[in-house]
């Protein structure tokens, strides 16, 4: 009699510990977006996890950023640049002054990473750095929106903001 409630609380063990190292599976897609300001100026898009999705649509809304950023091409590369195995199909507000844009992926899956070149400037009066560059802290509180569709047709939308490093985490927020 003994021996059965000693095998429950084993078993009850095992099945809580299984659920604690699986949180890919219950988290979902994540992509993490990282800004870096060098020579020439680039997003860094991480597609970390949601095997079978495609990451369709890459939206960035830097309206609320602390530094009222915007994109500045004639200092930059003129649109997307390509990487190996994905092609860019269309983006939209990538004209100067904008503080929006949009892009179009196709083949991006999951594991995957892409960099998207692109000047952008500031335009706080008395920010922490002069108007031609931005530091992490600048670009904090813009948005990021991912659009995936899933292997039969789904569709999933993940998002977050950028923080003071430049950094933005989509996806599920109790899983960061």
């Not at 659009?147 to 490093?165: C, M, R, S």
């Amino acid at each position: 009699m003994r021996v059965i409630p000693a095998a429950i609380a084993l078993l009850s063990v095992f099945v809580a510990a299984s659920v604690i190292t699986t949180p890919a599976a219950a988290c979902g897609a994540v992509i993490r977006v990282t800004y870096y300001e060098s020579s020439p100026d680039f997003f860094r898009i991480e597609f970390l996890q949601g095997k079978g999705f495609a990451l369709d649509r890459l939206s960035i809304d830097m309206r609320p950023s602390r530094g009222s950023v915007v994109i500045d091409t004639p200092y930059g590369n003129s649109g997307p640049a390509n990487g190996p195995g994905i092609s860019v199909v269309a983006a939209t507000g990538w004209v100067s002054g904008s503080q929006n844009f949009s892009v179009r992926f196709r083949n991006f899956q999951a594991l995957e990473t892409f960099s998207l070149q692109v000047d952008l400037d500031d335009r706080a009066v008395g920010g922490d750095h002069d108007q031609d560059h931005l530091n992490g802290s600048e670009i904090q509180g813009a948005l990021a929106q991912a659009e995936l569709i899933g292997p039969n047709g789904e569709k999933l939308t993940v998002a977050g903001d950028f923080d003071d490093k430049g950094k933005a985490r989509l996806g599920n927020r109790a899983c960061a």
